[in-house]
Each structure stands twice: as C-alpha cells, then as structure tokens.
C-alpha cells in the first residue's frame, strides 16, 4: 500500500522560508514522477512543481519558478520543496502527489496522494 506522509509546514512571515517533505513507501519509486500541490482555501487544487523519476527534469508554475525547488532523494525515499521569498499568495494546503507518467503539473494524473501539511504566510 503506498503511503505519503508530508511535512514541514508552518507559519512564516513573507520572505520567510520552509523545506516540505514528502516520505514515500509502498512501491517503486523511482520509476515515476512525483510533485507537490496546493489548494487556497475555496481555489481548486493547482500544481507547483514535479520532477522525473531520476531529478534530471523538473517543471515549475509560473507563480514560483525562482522562489521554490523541488528535488527528491531516491535512497531516502523523499521528496522536498524548499520555499524561499514566501508570499502571502503561498498560503494553502500543500500535497505530495506520486505515480505520474506525464510529470504534467496536472492533478488528475497522479494516483496516490499525502493528506497535506498547511502553509501559512502572514505579511
């Protein structure tokens, strides 16, 4: 059974930063993409970044291209998100998402889904 278990969320001050973790188990890893969304309250849930199964690719919104990076550690099994330059508009829910082959930052092309660390940054 996979599993995702995210972490690292908090409350900052804009131009603060966080590092997310997504713990992975329960199958292959490294054979897919993975990636990291977020839902504001009463928004739909948006993509912010994925990456290939090996890290030699990664795809960014717009909206944070510069301010966040994903990577993954297939030996540890995890996938980060650090956040630097933090804006109020960053606030949301923020999900790991795995089992992609598009590593489009589309929500219905992942299969397996974090319950989600919450985000928040005052200004």
């Known amino acids: 059974q996979v599993q995702l278990v995210e972490s690292g969320g908090g409350s900052v001050q804009a131009g603060g930063s966080l590092t997310l973790s997504c713990a992975k188990s329960?199958?292959?890893?490294?054979?897919?993409?993975m990636g990291w969304f977020r839902q504001a309250p009463g928004k739909e849930r948006e993509g912010v970044a994925t990456i290939y199964h090996d890290g030699s690719r990664t795809f960014y919104a717009d909206s944070v291209k510069g301010r966040l990076t994903i990577s993954r550690d297939n030996a540890k099994n995890t996938l980060y998100l650090q956040m630097n330059s933090l804006k109020p508009e960053d606030t949301a829910m923020y999900y790991c998402?795995?089992?992609?082959?598009?590593?489009?930052?589309?929500?219905?092309?992942?299969?397996?889904w974090g319950q989600g660390t919450q985000v928040t940054v005052s200004s």
């Open positions: 998402a795995a089992d992609s082959n598009t590593c489009r930052l589309l929500p219905q092309d992942y299969n397996y």
């Open positions: 329960g199958y292959s890893y490294w054979r897919y993409c």
